[in-house]
């Protein structure tokens, strides 16, 4: 009997909250899910699209009656909102559906950036050091200037700007407020670690490995040295142009040995499956890596971190969405 998938993909929606040009970040799924289905039609599967838009009982319903053997989760949050992006696979485990990528405990975990560096550092992972703050909150005194301040429950480098690099109170209590105002959520700051920036995309489960490790080459004289929000997705910006990708990473191998074991470490304490990507800062005067976020469902779009390091890998987009699949179905064969 033929296989039969469903993509499961959130349509892009205005963000509930944040900056009119979060939207950009939002669009980026229609990437992937056509990434994915090119894919599929290369392996000869049959598939279904399975848009995740305003009404969850329709969704619902066409899950209950396309009769899918699996999913491929590409859910990255639900109406705009992406702390709701637990709650799309907690529905494939309640009707029972094998689906592709991490749990939803893991997901939402991870989506709260200050609860996943709890557990990192619980794990003896090193991060930076950290604190949660509201508007009317005293400083963390113990925290060293320079700080990064950022949201605490997004992703895709949205609420991140040059400005989230601050370097005093004045500046702090500013970009607190700024996040707590627009974004509606505390703020994580966090120590700035000055060093080179990798991301380390991880494919596997039992046994994962890692994938050819990119290097950010951020070409800006002076700090900070950062993949912000118009580094990510204005092409025409100068922060996009001066923040190049590098893939494979020129690396001594005492630093790919610290950055590798940093980065599995990371996968397997916060429980991701299947694959997931680490960004990781190398401090040179400490020779340490610092786990910055783990992301356990990355952008797996053409232009993507992950896609660039599967290809230098030699492993295709299809076998990549084949090996994911099997993931899936031996999950479900095991009752797991």
Known sequence: MALRVGILFNLPMKPLKGEEIDYLAEEEILDQVNAVQEALERLGIHYCLLPV?????????????????????????????????????????????????????????????????????????????????????????????????????????????????????MELKSQVEYINDTYRQPALVEEYISGREFNVSILGNESPIVLPISEIIFDFEDEPKIVDYKAKWFKESEEYIKTRPVCPAELDEDVRS???????????????????????????????????????????????????????????????????????????DRGS
């Open 53 to 169: 838009g305003d009404d969850i009982e329709e969704v619902i319903r066409a899950l209950k009656t396309s009769e899918l053997d699996a999913v491929i989760n590409l859910c990255e949050g639900f109406m705009g909102d992406s702390s709701l992006e637990m709650c799309i696979p907690s529905i494939l485990e309640l009707l029972r559906i094998p689906y592709t990528g991490s749990t939803p405990l893991t997901l939402g975990l991870c989506q709260d950036k200050g609860l996943a560096k709890a557990v990192l550092k619980a794990y003896g992972v090193p991060t930076p050091d950290y604190c949660i703050m509201m508007k009317h909150d005293k400083p963390h005194v113990s925290l060293s200037f320079p700080l990064i301040v950022k949201p605490l429950r997004e992703d895709a480098s949205i609420g991140i700007t040059r400005r989230s690099f601050v370097k005093n109170l």
């Open 258 to 332: 610290k950055v590798e074991d940093a980065a599995l470490r990371a996968y397997r304490v916060l429980g991701c499956r299947d694959y997931a990507r680490v960004d990781i800062r190398f401090e040179d005067k400490t020779g340490k890596p610092y786990v910055l976020e783990v992301n356990p469902n990355p952008d797996v779009s053409p232009e993507a971190g992950f896609t660039r390091s599967l290809k230098v890998a030699g492993i295709s987009f299809e076998d990549f969405i084949k090996k994911i699949l099997e993931f899936a179905l031996e999950r479900a």
